[in-house]
């Protein structure tokens, strides 16, 4: 602002014409001037710790002349369903199976929390081949999660796999 000024006025409330400009508005002083750190305080601070950035919150960081901040990456979470009775959505549905809409519904729940699913697909009801994937997913990921297998059937594997793997 020129020395001496205390008013901006709009473009959109002005006209030029033959090297002049006509003011169509009138204001009252200091109209349209936001004095340095008016806005934000000198330590201030501006977004809370934990913020999913947001365009808003990026707009805000640039404004204020920040490149770079700490940032968490999405965890990575694993999703192992187990059982003999599920198959993949698209297949051919035998009788007395069910589609794995766990799968499916899990993965979007991942995702909608700010996690990153890795699937480890389905696997039948056997403790070794269950234990393997909860070890590879504890090997890739932040955290794994199970469905399937946790009841105290003849094919509720998934307490035998985690023994095998020393977890709880």
């Known amino acids: 602002i020129p020395a001496g000024a205390d008013v901006v006025v709009r473009k959109e409330?002005?006209?030029?014409?033959?090297?002049?400009?006509?003011?169509y508005v009138s204001l009252p002083a200091n109209s349209n001037i936001i004095c340095a750190g008016e806005d934000v305080q000198a330590g201030e601070k501006v977004l809370p710790q934990g913020l999913r950035l947001h365009a808003g919150a990026v707009g805000l960081l640039a404004a204020l002349g920040v490149r770079q901040v700490p940032v968490f990456r999405k965890p990575k979470v694993?999703?192992?369903?187990?059982g003999e009775e599920l198959v993949d959505v698209g297949e051919p549905l035998p009788l007395g199976k069910i589609y794995n809409s766990n799968l499916y519904g899990i993965s979007s729940a991942i995702k909608e929390a700010g996690g990153q699913p890795f699937v480890l697909n389905t696997v039948h009801?056997?403790?070794?081949?269950?234990?393997?994937?909860?070890?590879?997913?504890?090997?890739?990921?932040d955290l794994v999660l199970s469905t399937g297998g946790a009841s105290v059937g003849d094919y509720d594997l998934i307490y035998a796999a985690y023994k095998r793997l020393e977890a709880s």
């Open 78 to 82: 694993a999703l192992l369903c187990t």
């Open 125 to 141: 009801d056997a403790v070794e081949a269950i234990a393997e994937k909860l070890q590879q997913g504890l090997e890739q990921a």
């Open 13 to 23: 409330d002005t006209h030029e014409e033959n090297g002049k400009v006509k003011i």
